[in-house]
T-cell receptor, first 112, second 114 residues
Framework: GEDVEQSLFLSVREGDSSVINCTYT??????LYWYKQEPGAGLQLLTY?????DMKQDQRLTVLLNKKDKHLSLRIADTQTGDSAIYFC????????????FGTGTRLTVIP | DTEVTQTPKHLVMGMTNKKSLKCEQH?????MYWYKQKAKKPPELMFV???????INESVPSRFSPECPNSSLLNLHLHALQPEDSALYLC?????????????FGPGTRLTVT
């Protein structure tokens, strides 16, 4: 199976930037995604990036992709208490199959 | 409308019961998914339906039986479950089977098996 790794925890102060990292092993990844999950809720799609891009910005969110190192990051600018959640990266592969392979998830805690 | 709805929100069932989870989307998506999520873990794929046909079954025990009555609905029939099946069951949908696969998730059904 595909291996998608994330650090388990991140704490930041309100107003600071958060950077959540993800590494993956399969070089045939085509799209990479970031999902947010609040307690007791489903997953909310935040953003995605195509594998031939280096960067994508969407309001407070910036996604960086280093395809050579198979490293993906999500930067949240001006982090707010409402950003506290678990963040999952996920990849889909070139095989055309439907499934996403999720990372282990990073719990972001924003300290007021 | 990017909403996927799931019912019920919570379900408690005994090991001899039969129950069903329901999922609905009206986004015109042709792929629908069931995931199981244990606490503090990522979602694990169970089943994929593409154009109302089962395309992926990730070696799920037969006590879980999926059904896709039409392109908007997805059911998961439960029978003779075990306590270790207690989890959050998430439904998702996406446009169609392809590499760009933005999946939209429902809020989940929290299942407890006693």
């Amino acid at each position: 199976g595909e291996d998608v790794e994330q650090s388990l925890f991140l704490s930041v102060r309100e107003g600071d930037s958060s950077v959540i990292n993800c590494t993956y092993t399969d070089s045939s990844s085509t799209y990479l995604y970031w999902y947010k999950q609040e307690p007791g809720a489903g997953l909310q799609l935040l953003t995605y990036i195509f594998s031939n891009m280096d960067m994508k910005q969407d309001q407070r969110l910036t996604v960086l992709l280093n395809k050579k190192d198979k490293h993906l990051s999500l930067r949240i600018a001006d982090t707010q208490t409402g950003d506290s959640a678990i963040y999952f990266c996920a990849e889909s592969l070139q095989t055309g199959a439907n499934n996403l392979f999720f990372g282990t998830g990073t719990r972001l805690t924003v300290i007021p | 409308d990017t909403e996927v709805t799931q019912t019920p929100k919570h379900l408690v069932m005994g090991m001899t019961n039969k129950k069903s989870l329901k999922c609905e989307q009206h986004m015109g998506h042709r792929a629908m998914y069931w995931y199981k999520q244990k606490a503090k873990k990522p979602p694990e794929l169970m089943f994929v339906y593409s154009y109302e046909k089962l395309s992926i079954n990730e070696s799920v025990p037969s006590r879980f039986s999926p059904e896709c009555p039409n392109s908007s609905l997805l059911n998961l029939h439960l029978h003779a479950l075990q306590p270790e099946d207690s989890a959050l069951y998430l439904c998702a949908s996406s446009h169609e089977p392809r590499a760009r696969n933005e999946q939209y998730f429902g809020p989940g059904t929290r299942l407890t098996v006693t």
